[in-house]
């Protein structure tokens, strides 16, 4: 690793003064920024650590009932937190990485990452939930602009992702077998207004929203109705751990399965 | 360079760290707690498994100074001050969970969280909590079987010695 | 009732103390005073013209001790090769220089380029982002059969061709077996890929080289499984620096698995390095650097054709196989695919002709050598996947086939020059069948079904060759080392012995099992003997530890070792109890005279012996220390049959392991509990290469499979609990112990049991594939169950 400074702000203002300096960066839980660091992909002089601020950590309600998560909150916390009101997105959560990467590894950290096989983007897609930063509120839709990129702005720090809870969700992964991150994982959450499915690990462009699935499972929510439809693959990721056409074929069955596993 | 201070293992312990220090370069290089293993560089294999706060984290991947002022244990303190070895390091021992040992400190402490969360895991949790940590010599069988024992149930009908 | 000490007991690990507590001392936990950190710059293409490097940006920067280039090698050795192999036309191998740092040409990424020494590893490694290199880069060659197609760019310009060798064997039967498939009712041809392979033991390698100006004396500290042969090699051969001024320590070593036995650039730098910087040098490899600089395993691309008669008896088998070397040639690799993998392609049966042709290829990749089983789990795959495809096309039952082919009657003399001198095909089989719940099968495979899946069952049988020996004839087949292995038992005066073997231990447990062995023979609490293992300064000359030989090579050397105490002992017994030494026995720790109650215990003889008041000094020395070295007669053959059961999903391609089974004949055993630990150990790299593992380049020789992150290592959720049973035991006849050697066959034999058990799901659900290259990852098999 090259050398840097580290603040340690215990609030937002401060951590966004502290980002303020010269080449500053934000970490969150660093599971992925760390890694990053030791192979000198990323020389920041000044690592702003968010892990110590209060106020960007835990779950609560907010008056449109809302389930509002703290930036800095980790994966585990969400896991053990929020499983009786959105039990799709704690089972999300608890499935992410290994247990100490859950200990440290937080939402804001991921969705600010947005690294395009990671599973909290899918849930924060399909579920149409707000990210909060320290001075606006971007919707999801509005938010996810590709693989590695999202709409925060150089020093601004997501704070809060507010989820509006759906009448029925599900998150199905299937797994990179090396890195265990999802070679494809969808979340479809069904509202009352309508069903979102999102993909994650698959695209080149990061996680997307598989409308030809909304589509058909807005006219009947049930498994069939996606059992026949094919994802576009030309855009998908081919590596080592499968073709696009692979990964496309896997946005169907996980799809598939996801819907089968809320309909029971 | 940054003063930092924690207490590891019941004692108090300082030392100078630059930004970039991990926690586990901490532990082995200036408090010379050298159980704590490296095995890779990706935040996968385990090895470096301590616990911070009560709660599992890996220690090559966490700034020595985000561990400023808090609790960590480490393998080093697992068993009791007369060396009597704790309920999971001897059911490791009765059961060949190691071979190598290289890979043993982190499934010890990761096992020792499992086991604070969940007294009385399956096969299929243990399994699954392990995700994180990679052993090469023993294909896990043992270790499984360790883990269970040491959480007090009967693992006389898995399969072999 | 099983034993509760000695030889057959499953004594628990005395070197778990250490490791459970965090008190292991693993090269990485060696730190000597006033040591620098060493930074190799590696390079970043596959194949190019070293042109220039400048440091001169990097040399004055902050805690630079010094940069060293290959410059600086030249008037040193090359790393060299330990094994030569003779090629079918009688000319022996094509053999490249070797550097310590790459000169004039880089030949793989990851070839180091220079090394930066520093005060600190992150200085030398911010000195080394300051070299500017000057590579021409040139086009990599990277498959094999296009490495040696005429006109292909050269790895090595000063060979004639990419073509290590061109081996054939046996020779004298190419006419006969080509004759045989001729002849043959029915010829079964298949072509697979033995996938390139990743050792990963969980420490990464680590150097510390020192050196004393005072004394002249060098010490090299390195994780390896062999220190003598890495003092051997690298002060001959490299250096130039004679044993008796260097001494090699590998202290606990966290796992081999035969990446650990060869000598490596690394290890010379910084012995050559500690000199020239008057200070100790320190290297410890990331995991990002082992993947592009652990030699790598496996590698092979083989047709392989068996031919039959009219009743289904084997009658010939033929195999083209392409071996990948690397860039250039690691410590043991040319014996891989032609010593260790021709020699075993009789397998478990009696195919009375059979012809193997080996062509070794040099490509711009890391090189190539053992790994658990090296050669053995080639020859396995291929065969015991040919046998399976043979009885599906013939539709008889696998297991059937394999039984009517079955070697039956030992010592038998194979067509590829090995004898087995015992083994009982029939009855592991027997146990496998038993342990395996076939007949209960059918039920499981539809409950399978009822849930979307399909289920299968594969099994395969194996054989391998331990303890590779005797060292005359190993030298002649191109072995430039000897092959026995040595003990010195050192018996205190107060009975305690200290026993120093050549063996090393990185994971076995031969510091439980050895005393096990030395306890039981003299009867005394094994915690009564200390195993000492791993410095050259304390241990005689040894070979150390692979290919399963420890116990079989190395136990036998402690057997004979403690032998000679044992004789000694009794002469001085003898003399004490005023008996004639033909009455005097030992039993339970005590000389007793033959028929009478007049005893002398343990102690009061090896008391005697260092005290040597009462004592037939003019007919023996004083003392009791006794060295052997044991040079064996033959391989030991460990055989042994296999199953696995796995659940596919048809939609996903995914595999899963339901239930293995693995029915083992190691012969006898000393510690029933690390048996199994080791058949566990290989079970899942077996599985882990079937499954999940696989080391790809791209056709530019970059590493597709860098990290963890790509490169998929077993982990807990991937397996299942194993059955293992090792009751079926013909104990080796050659060796005093009977023991055969446990450690690589789990991974010898599960390949095969895997892939035949996936295939066997395919075709469960429709598909006419017959074949699927590992790992059969659940891409592979969703695209080949696409048709």
């Known amino acids: 690793m090259y050398n840097f400074d580290v603040e340690m702000p215990t609030t937002i203002a401060e951590a966004v003064k502290a980002l303020g300096r010269e080449e500053a960066q934000p970490m969150s839980g660093g599971q992925t920024l760390i890694p990053t660091l030791k192979a000198r992909l990323a020389a920041p002089s000044v690592l702003v650590s968010l892990h110590g601020i209060a106020e960007m950590k835990g779950v609560c309600n907010n008056d449109a009932g809302q389930l509002c998560i703290g930036g800095a909150t980790t994966h585990a916390t969400v896991a053990a937190e929020v499983g009786t009101q959105y039990p799709a997105l704690a089972s999300l959560a608890a499935r992410i990485g290994d247990p100490a990467v859950r200990n440290r590894g937080t939402i804001g950290g991921s969705v600010a990452n947005n690294d395009p096989s990671a599973c909290y983007p899918a849930g924060v897609l399909a579920s149409g939930a707000t990210v909060v930063t320290n001075n606006r509120e971007i919707a999801a839709d509005d938010y996810f602009l590709g693989m590695f990129e999202t709409a925060l702005e150089e020093g601004e720090i997501v704070t809060e992702v507010r989820f509006p809870i759906p009448e029925a969700a599900h998150y199905e992964k299937h797994l990179q077998p090396a890195s265990r991150f999802p070679l494809v994982a969808v979340f479809v959450a069904k509202f009352a207004d309508g069903v979102r499915v999102a993909v994650t690990g698959a695209s080149e462009n990061g996680v997307f929203r598989w409308t030809e699935a909304e589509e058909a499972l807005n006219a009947n929510f049930n498994a069939e109705a996606v059992a026949g439809l094919k994802a576009d693959g030309s855009a998908m990721i081919s590596d080592l751990h499968g073709t696009g056409a692979y990964r496309a074929h896997l946005t169907g069955v996980m799809t598939k399965r996801a819907v089968a596993a809320i309909t029971g | ?161 | 009732m099983p034993k509760d000490h000695g030889i057959g007991a499953s004594s628990k690990r005395r070197e778990d103390i250490r490791f459970l507590t965090g008190e292991g001392n693993y090269t990485d936990d060696i730190n000597v005073n006033g040591q620098a950190y060493v930074y190799f710059l590696r390079s970043d293409v596959a194949h190019g013209t070293l042109n220039g490097v400048d440091t001169s940006a990097a040399d004055g920067m902050p805690g630079v001790v010094r940069i060293f280039t290959g410059a600086d090698f030249e008037a040193v050795g090359s790393i060299p090769c330990g094994w030569q192999v003779t090629d079918k036309h009688g000319e022996v191998m094509q053999e490249p220089r070797h550097p310590v740092l790459a000169h004039g040409k880089v030949r793989h990424v990851g070839e180091p380029i220079a090394a930066v020494v520093a005060e600190t590893l992150e200085q030398a490694r911010d000195a080394a982002e300051a070299i500017v290199l000057d590579i021409s880069e040139l086009p990599a060659v990277i498959n094999m059969k296009d490495a040696v197609k005429a006109g292909a760019p050269k790895v090595h310009d000063d060979l004639t061709s990419n073509l290590c060798y061109d081996w054939g064997f046996v020779e004298e039967n190419k006419g006969a077996v080509d004759q045989a498939f001729k002849d043959a009712a029915h010829v079964t041809t298949l072509e697979l890929v033995n996938n390139r392979l990743v050792a990963n033991p969980m420490e990464p390698r680590v150097a510390v080289g020192d050196y004393s100006r005072g004394t002249g004396d060098h010490t090299l500290f390195t994780t390896s499984q062999n220190p003598h042969v890495i003092r051997l090699l690298m002060g001959a051969f490299v250096l130039g620096i004679p044993e008796h001024k260097l001494r090699v320590v590998a202290p606990d070593v966290g796992g081999g698995f035969g990446t650990k036995i060869f000598h490596y650039q690394e290890e010379a730098f910084v012995t050559f390095a500690a000199k020239a910087c008057n200070r100790a040098v320190k290297w410890t490899s990331s995991r990002s650097e082992a993947f592009m600089s652990d030699a790598h395993g496996r590698d092979h691309v083989t047709k392989i054709e068996l031919a039959l008669d009219k009743d289904n008896n084997f009658t010939a088998l033929r195999t083209d196989t392409y071996a990948n070397m690397g860039a250039y040639l690691s410590t043991f690799a040319p014996s891989v695919p032609t010593w260790l993998h021709g020699t075993l392609m009789a397998g478990n049966y009696k195919t009375p002709l059979i012809y193997v042709n080996v062509k070794a290829v040099f490509t711009n990749t890391v090189p190539v050598d053992a790994y658990r089983g090296a050669g053995r789990p080639e020859a396995t795959y291929q065969l015991e996947r040919l046998v399976d495809k043979a009885a599906h096309e013939l539709k008889v039952d696998p297991i059937k086939l394999r039984r009517q082919n079955f070697i039956t009657q030992f010592p038998y003399a194979t067509p590829v020059a090995v004898e087995y001198d015992t083994g009982n095909y029939v009855a592991t089989m027997d146990k496998l069948e038993e342990m395996a719940d076939i007949a209960g099968f059918k039920k499981r495979r539809e409950a399978s079904e009822a849930k979307g899946k399909l289920r299968g069952f594969g099994v395969n049988c194996y054989i391998e060759a331990c303890g590779i020996a005797p060292s005359n004839l190993v030298g002649q087949l191109g072995a430039r080392a000897g092959l026995f292995e040595s003990c010195t038992v050192r018996v205190n005066a107060t009975g305690g012995l200290v026993v120093m073997t050549g063996s090393h231990s990185h994971g076995q447990g031969h510091e439980t099992s050895f005393a096990q062995v030395v306890a039981d023979m003299i009867g005394i609490p094994e915690d009564m003997v200390e195993i000492v293992h791993g410095d050259t300064a304390n241990t005689p000359m040894g070979m150390g530890t692979y290919g399963s030989r420890s116990l079989a090579v190395g136990g036998s050397a402690m057997v004979r070792a403690t032998e000679k105490i044992i004789a000694k002992a009794k002469k001085i017994a003898s003399h004490l109890l005023e008996a004639s030494e033909g009455d005097v026995e030992l039993k339970d720790g005590a000389f007793t005279v033959a028929g009478t109650d007049k005893s002398v215990a343990w102690g009061d003889v090896t008391l005697a012996a260092y005290v040597p008041h009462n004592y037939p000094l003019e007919e023996i020395e004083p003392g009791l220390e006794e060295t052997a070295f044991y040079d064996p007669s033959n391989f030991t053959y460990p055989s042994g049959a296999y199953a696995c059961e796995v659940e596919l999903d048809p939609e996903t391609g995914q595999v899963t392991i339901e239930r293995f089974s693995a029915a083992d004949d190691f012969g006898n055993i000393v510690n029933p509990m690390i048996v199994t630990g080791q058949v566990h150990g290989g079970l899942a790299q077996g599985i882990g290469q079937a499954l999940l593992e696989n080391c790809a380049y791209d056709s530019d020789g970059q590493l597709l499979s860098a990290s963890y992150m790509d490169y998929a290592m077993p982990r807990a959720s991937d397996l299942p609990f194993y059955d293992v049973d090792h009751s079926c035991q013909t104990p080796c006849t050659h060796n005093p112990l009977g023991v055969k050697g446990c450690g690589e066959a789990g991974a010898i034999g599960s390949p095969p049991a895997v892939v035949n058990a996936v295939l066997d799901a395919m075709r469960s659900g429709g598909s006419k594939v017959d074949h699927v290259d590992m790992p059969v990852s659940p891409h592979r098999v969703w695209e080949a169950m696409q048709g």
């Open chain 2, 1 to 161: 360079m940054t003063e930092v201070k924690m207490t590891v293992n019941g004692k108090a312990a300082s030392g100078n760290v630059e930004g970039r220090t991990l926690l586990v370069q901490f532990l082995r290089e200036n408090l010379n707690l050298t159980g704590t293993h490296v095995g890779c560089d990706t935040s996968q294999c385990g090895a470096c498994v301590v616990h911070v706060n009560g709660e599992a984290v890996k220690s090559c991947t966490m700034l020595a100074v985000e561990a400023n002022g808090a609790e960590v244990a480490t393998i080093e303190g697992q068993a009791a001050p007369d060396g009597t070895l704790n309920t999971i390091q001897q059911a490791f021992q009765d059961h060949h969970g190691l071979q190598c040992g290289f890979c043993t400190p982190g499934m010890v402490m990761s096992a020792a969280a499992l086991l604070k969360d969940n007294p009385k895991p399956t096969e299929a949790d243990v399994r699954h909590y392990l995700d994180g940590n990679i052993c090469r010599c023993t294909g896990y069988h043992n270790i499984v079987k360790a883990i269970m024992a040491a959480s007090g149930q009967d693992v006389g009908t898995i399969a072999a010695e």
